[in-house]
């Protein structure tokens, strides 16, 4: 499980912070929704925890996802979001 927080829009950009479940480290995502193409991708890892990027693509397929919808179209969209897989 990921949870996605501090989703915002500024423009033409949706970014936000995602944060693997019992993680002490997270990584940030901003996409240009224009393009469809991941602009900046970065992680903040502790020593200990080091499969944040693991979790990137569970996140970046969430935003894409999010900046696809009516509610964000309509700049109605909520600030944080779970992704949860098996």
């Known amino acids: ?8 829009r500024t423009d033409n950009i949706i970014e936000c912070d ?3 479940e019992n993680g002490t480290s997270f990584g940030h995502i901003a996409l240009n929704i224009n393009k469809k193409d991941f602009i900046e991708s970065k992680c ?3 020593s200990e925890d080091e499969n944040t990027r693991f ?4 996140a ?8 696809k ?3 964000f179209k309509n700049d109605n969209f909520k600030s944080e979001y779970m992704v ?3």
């Open 1 to 8: 499980m990921v949870i996605l927080k501090n989703v915002k």
């Open 18 to 20: 995602y944060f693997p």
């Open 44 to 46: 903040i890892m502790a």
């Open 55 to 58: 979790y990137y693509n569970h």
């Open 60 to 67: 970046a397929s969430k935003l894409m996802k999010i900046s």
């Open 69 to 71: 919808t009516d509610d």
């Open 84 to 86: 949860a897989w098996y």
